[in-house]
DNA sequence: GTAGCTGCAAATTCTTTGCAGTTGT
DNA sequence: ACAACTGCAAAGAATTTGCAGCTAC
């Protein structure tokens, strides 16, 4: 079983925090404010553990690296900033799609991105500026 | 400006014959049918100059590496097989995604993609055996 | 005390790039 | 001719893994 090593707390942590699904490296930076001299390695693992004893979710969206988030929210989606290239939860789904697809495939699940200048980018205008 | 070579020929060639967004790998094999010595970096290069002139365009889709199909089709969404993991095209979409947005947030496009098992594998009742 | 964890460095996978030789136009 | 293209091998970026030492239980 798993140990609770400051390592996977302060992972674990990090995405507690942040509220909105997070990069491997970000979760890095941000977990290093607790352990300064932890490793890429450890994180990439406390992640893959943390997601098999459902803790955190992967969050997969196209062309980008796989983000995590706290699992245990229902169904949802997410939104992508085109200026900051922040990913936020969406807790809407225009539901019933199985319909769109051709006749002889049966749907069973779907992923729906949505992409567009999130709050705080629509307030400044900033055009393209990376994410703190 | 661009050369019409046979590697290029071969690889556009590979992708309109397939009908669906294919792999790299897999335009390679289609393309070696034609230009038995081609490599992948050619590929790589073909595929990205061919997107530049508009010809073919990236299909991306979460967890997955960047596939390659015809461009000109209005917008569409996708579908992967969870039995073979081909992808194919969807000629629908829910449309209207913008009131889903968290307040603040302003949506200028979306992607969709659909998950389960396609015509082929519904049919055979294949278990998860990979693309020919 | 010991099995599981950690950091480091090396290995993997996918994609890009440098280079010297080849080929359209 | 000459610039664009090609194959090969090496370089990159993201993620995983082997290993020897560390640590929670």
Same mark, same amino acid.
């Given at each position: 079983m798993e140990r609770n090593t400051r390592q996977r707390a302060a992972i674990r942590s990090a995405i507690e925090r942040a509220g909105r699904p997070l990069l491997p490296a +970000?979760?890095?930076?941000? =977990?290093? /404010?607790d352990v300064p001299g932890l490793s890429l390695a450890t994180v990439y693992r406390g992640l893959k553990s943390l997601? +098999?004893?459902?803790?955190? =979710?992967? /969050?997969?969206?196209?062309?980008?690296?796989t983000r995590y988030e706290v699992a245990g929210h229902h169904h949802h989606h997410h939104f992508q900033c085109l200026s900051c290239d922040r990913v936020y939860d969406v807790h809407a789904c225009p539901g019933d799609l199985g319909r769109l697809a051709p006749p002889g495939f049966q749907v069973e699940?779907?992923?729906?991105?949505?992409?567009?200048?999130?709050g705080p980018c629509g307030e400044v205008g900033a055009s393209k500026s990376r994410a703190s």
């Open positions: +970000e979760v890095l930076q941000a =977990a290093q /404010v997601v +098999e004893e459902g803790a955190i =979710a992967p /969050v997969s969206l196209p062309s980008e690296v699940s779907h992923d729906l991105t949505l992409y567009g200048r999130c």
